[in-house]
């Protein structure tokens, strides 16, 4: 079992910078890959970036290449997502969810945070 509190969300301004951390219980973090989701209103859930169990492997969606950073601490059982230039586009609710391997979609992922909101203003 896996409980996963997502924090850091907030408004911002197109062109700034969030970071976004989700904390887990449970002593077996360190054996599941991670994955970071966002969901607009009114679509659907959507892959953001993944990262598996030992932080070696990262992969992000195109849109967020280059803006967006995950990383992970297994000692603190946490994993954040770096974001910078801020677009409109990203605003969401963003989540964090835990997988027994890195994957892209979203019924993969067996344990979901609550989630928290981004808004990214003009």
């Known amino acids: 079992q896996v409980q996963l509190v997502e924090s850091g969300g907030g408004l911002v301004q197109a062109g700034g910078s969030l970071r976004l951390s989700c904390a887990a219980s449970g002593r077996t973090f360190s054996s599941y890959a991670m994955g970071w989701f966002r969901q607009a209103p009114g679509k659907k859930r959507q892959f953001v970036a993944a990262i598996n169990w030992s932080g070696g492997i990262t992969d992000y969606t195109d849109s967020v290449k280059g803006r967006f950073t995950l990383s992970r601490d297994n000692a603190k059982n946490t994993v954040d997502l770096q974001m910078n230039s801020l677009k409109l586009e990203d605003t969401a609710v963003y989540y964090c969810?835990?997988?027994?391997?890195?994957?892209?979609?979203?019924?993969?992922?067996?344990?979901w945070g609550q989630g928290t909101q981004v808004t990214v203003s003009s």
């Open positions: 969810a835990a997988a027994p391997h890195l994957a892209y979609d979203p019924t993969e992922y067996g344990y």
